[in-house]
T-cell receptor
Framework: SQQGEEDPQALSIQEGENATMNCSYK?????LQWYRQNSGRGLVHLIL?????REKHSGRLRVTLDTSKKSSSLLITASRAADTASYFC???????????FGKGTMLLVSP | DTGVSQDPRHKITKRGQNVTFRCDPI?????LYWYRQTLGQGPEFLTY????????KSRLLSDRFSAERPKGSFSTLEIQRTEQGDSAMYLC??????????FGPGTRLTVT
């Protein structure tokens, strides 16, 4: 079963605009991770945010975590065509830290 | 290249045949995971190794699936008597303890 639910399912923007993707989950977590996947390829790790953290930055990426609402958001600022990909949130809910993924958000950035 | 590698990248097989995939994790990573991903879905967990011990298996992992990680290094995932429903991308990931999981490029299996 999938714990994370990304929203929206698809997002289409112009280069230079910001893109925001949201993730909701159901159970308590140790950490939440965001991944990017280009068409038909493996997943690239973007950012990990632990349950005791509220916000994290990495380059043009900003991730927030609200454990009271069981939700997270990923903001990509000043998007580029190369950001076109599917973005997944994945939760580590304890045990052996196996990840539970959502279905992803497909982001299309047009030049 | 010091990332996670998987072999083969693509495999086409006929229903009923056995297939085996290999994963080479990042060398200092003690944890290794297998996931399966079908079109339009996120990856789903299959099984987990800590060093050479297989510590967790998903209910998705039927009796036809077996995985090994001899000596805590590379891992193999074997599917016996393949079925069309086994067609998917099989992803391997590794991590050091509870840190980020790094994924390999995947093996795309097509069962005809």
């Amino acid at each position: 079963s999938q714990q994370g639910e990304e929203d929206p399912q698809a997002l289409s923007i112009q280069e230079g605009e910001n893109a925001t993707m949201n993730c909701s989950y159901k159970t308590s977590i140790n950490n939440l991770q965001w991944y990017r996947q280009n068409s038909g390829r493996g997943l690239v790790h973007l950012i990990l945010i632990r349950s005791n953290e509220r916000e994290k930055h990495s380059g043009r990426l900003r991730v927030t975590l609200d454990t009271s609402k069981k939700s997270s958001s990923l903001l990509i600022t000043a998007s580029r065509a190369a950001d076109t990909a599917s973005y997944f949130c994945a939760t580590d809910a304890g045990g052996y830290s196996t990840l539970t993924f959502g279905k992803g958000t497909m982001l299309l950035v047009s030049p | 290249d010091t990332g996670v590698s998987q072999d083969p990248r693509h495999k086409i097989t006929k229903r009923g045949q056995n297939v085996t995939f290999r994963c080479d994790p990042i060398s200092e990573h003690n944890r290794l995971y297998w996931y399966r991903q079908t079109l339009g879905q996120g990856p789903e967990f299959l099984t987990y190794f800590q060093n050479e011990a297989q510590l967790e298996k998903s209910r998705l992992l039927s009796d036809r699936f077996s995985a090994e990680r001899p000596k805590g290094s590379f891992s193999t995932l074997e599917i016996q008597r393949t079925e069309q429903g086994d067609s998917a991308m099989y992803l391997c990931a590794s991590s050091r303890d509870r840190d980020e999981q790094y994924f390999g490029p995947g093996t795309r299996l097509t069962v005809t």
